[in-house]
T-cell receptor
Framework: AQSVTQLDSQVPVFEEAPVELRCNYSSSVSVYLFWYVQYPNQGLQLLLKYLSGSTLVKGINGFEAEFNKSQTSFHLRKPSVHISDTAEYFCAVTLYSSASKIIFGSGTRLSIRP | EAGVVQSPRYKIIEKKQPVAFWCNPISGHNTLYWYLQNLGQGPELLIRYENEEAVDDSQLPKDRFSAERLKGVDSTLKIQPAELGDSAVYLC???????????????FGPGTRLTVL
């Protein structure tokens, strides 16, 4: 069965600094990968997803992620964060063969300091 | 375009009482999902509907939880009776394709935060 590990439960960074949120997955077959963001008291919103093609995926709000098959990773990056990026970020995986059953990681809380 | 609508946003009940949550998906979306999100965790799928058919309810505790999606549009999730451990956020999501393909984007509602006392 597939699984997702988000290595950091909390990541504090200063405003305008770069950030990387780490995600590793485990699966014996090909997968689709997602990053979702959850702002306080809101539902999840898709940031970006990798289905196929270029391993560098660009998403909304200036975020990007790189799929690394050999390291089974899908780390999320942003070159310069803003206060408004404060939120919980979830990495998720689903199998090619599975009709939409997404497995979510436990989340990384990104806190931005002014 | 309106997003996924859920009500109520918050619910506080005593244990052993029944509770129901309602979800209206994005117009035209054929696949609907109910997720459970415990504090500090990612969402976990409870049930998935393709139109009015429940196609994956393997994680739904059927002794106390039930769900329905009559007419393949809005849906209700019920717990009877509620237990202390049911305190969590219940999220509803929808996606466009009726086949619920793996790569489809799921759109989430704001959730219902349930507190069982």
């Amino acid at each position: 069965a597939q699984s997702v590990t988000q290595l950091d439960s909390q990541v504090p960074v200063f405003e305008e600094a770069p950030v990387e949120l780490r995600c590793n997955y485990s699966s014996s077959v090909s997968v689709y990968l997602f990053w979702y963001v959850q702002y306080p008291n809101q539902g999840l919103q898709l940031l970006l997803k990798y289905l196929s093609g270029s391993t560098l995926v660009k998403g909304i709000n200036g975020f990007e992620a790189e799929f690394n098959k050999s390291q089974t990773s899908f780390h999320l990056r942003k070159p310069s964060v803003h206060i408004s990026d404060t939120a919980e970020y979830f990495c998720a995986v689903t199998l090619y063969s599975s009709a939409s059953k997404i497995i979510f990681g436990s989340g990384t809380r990104l806190s931005i300091r002014p | 375009e309106a997003g996924v609508v859920q009500s109520p946003r918050y619910k506080i009940i005593e244990k052993k009482q029944p509770v129901a949550f309602w979800c209206n998906p994005i117009s035209g979306h054929n696949t609907l999902y109910w997720y459970l999100q415990n504090l500090g965790q990612g969402p976990e799928l409870l049930i998935r509907y393709e139109n009015e058919e429940a196609v994956d309810d393997s994680q739904l505790p059927k002794d106390r939880f039930s769900a329905e999606r009559l007419k393949g549009v809005d849906s209700t999730l019920k717990i009877q009776p509620a237990e202390l451990g049911d305190s969590a956020v219940y999220l509803c999501a929808s996606s466009l394709d009726a086949r619920g393909r793996a790569g489809d984007t799921q759109y989430f509602g704001p959730g219902t935060r349930l507190t069982v006392l």
